[in-house]
């Protein structure tokens, strides 16, 4: 799918924003995919990872900050990977859908790393 240049970042800017929100309503969704490694309270890194989320967004969505913010999205789509990693592991034992959920997330990193690439070029 091709997107015009202002497109692509107003999409990630949506989808960046809309997942920080996401992370304030329904917390307790993330709360156990935090990697029990980290320091601190999984609810700790769930707030913090959609402050994260929506600061990224701001950056993206101003054209002055977009090259940065654009690098700043790659930087936390990777982040996020451990993340993706336990839900697939944790939910292995799971129903067939929530298994499919959990590992259709991890291939998922690369073309959110070359969305973010084609808006940091684009700016």
Do not use: C
Not at 41 to 47: D, E, K, N, Q, Y
Not at 100 to 120: D, E, F, N, T
């Amino acid at each position: 799918m091709r997107l015009p240049r202002q497109s692509a970042a107003l999409a990630m800017t949506a989808f960046l924003a809309g997942g920080g929100v996401t992370h304030f309503v329904s917390p307790r969704f993330y709360d156990p995919m935090v990697p029990t490694q980290l320091p601190g309270t999984a609810r700790f890194w769930v707030l913090a990872s959609g402050v994260a989320e929506i600061g990224v967004a701001v950056a993206v969505a101003v054209p002055r900050t977009r090259r940065l913010g654009a690098l700043a999205a790659a930087a936390l789509f990777v982040a996020v990977f451990p993340a993706n990693v336990k839900m697939a592991v944790d939910r292995s034992t799971r129903s067939p859908r929530e298994r499919a959920i959990a590992y259709g997330r991890l291939p998922m990193q690369v073309p959110l790393l070359l969305w973010a690439r084609k808006v940091r070029r684009d700016a």
